[in-house]
């Protein structure tokens, strides 16, 4: 049996963005990251998390508006290697009359039927109601709260729901 993927959500999982702009969270480190042409954008980063990732039995997968950017920008300082990602081109940021998230349609087709967890800031029981009724094995959508990244609680959230799919 193949193992579940975990679908990552780089602003608000990964990097704490609404945090105080002038307090970075203890244990994260500040990388400048430009993407398009403009103003550098300021990313926080804990140097553990990919590790701690690694560590919880699934196969991993990007699932945010970075698509490959993250892997070269948010892999190597958090000690991840290249990771595939969900392409979310022609859908980011496009809003849907049942208020089920952008993100959301996209990765039930890349599950294509596996077992997943989604770590993201955005999710919504609009988006529950849609993997219930669009995908056949168990999924755990799990909210992070933006302002603080993933703790420890959510790490055993992850745990917690990895085990229940070999018991």
């Keep these: 049996m193949s193992r579940p993927l975990l679908f990552l959500d780089v602003d608000g999982p990964l990097n704490p963005y609404a945090a105080q702009p002038e307090r970075r969270p203890e244990g994260y480190t500040t990388i400048r990251v430009t993407l398009t042409p403009g103003r550098p954008l300021r990313v926080w980063l ?3 998390h990919g590790r701690a990732l690694l560590g919880l039995g699934y196969d991993l997968c990007w699932a945010t508006t970075w698509m490959d950017a993250a892997n070269h920008h948010i ?7 290249a ?3 969900v392409d979310f081109t022609g859908a980011l940021f496009a809003t849907r009359p049942d208020g089920v998230h952008w993100k959301t349609e996209r990765i039930v087709t890349y599950a294509a039927g596996r ?7 955005e999710q919504s029981p609009a988006d529950d109601t849609y993997v219930t009724a669009h995908h056949p094995a168990p999924a755990l959508l799990h909210h992070v709260d933006p ?3 993933l703790l420890a609680p959510d790490f055993t959230a ?3 729901f990895a ?3 070999t018991a």
């Design 46 to 48: 804990h140097p553990e």
């Design 75 to 81: 892999g190597p300082v958090i000690g991840l290697p």
């Design 83 to 85: 990771l595939p990602y």
């Design 115 to 121: 077992p997943f967890a989604w770590v993201d800031d």
């Design 147 to 149: 302002r603080r990244g």
């Design 158 to 160: 992850l745990e917690e």
């Design 163 to 165: 085990a229940t799919l």
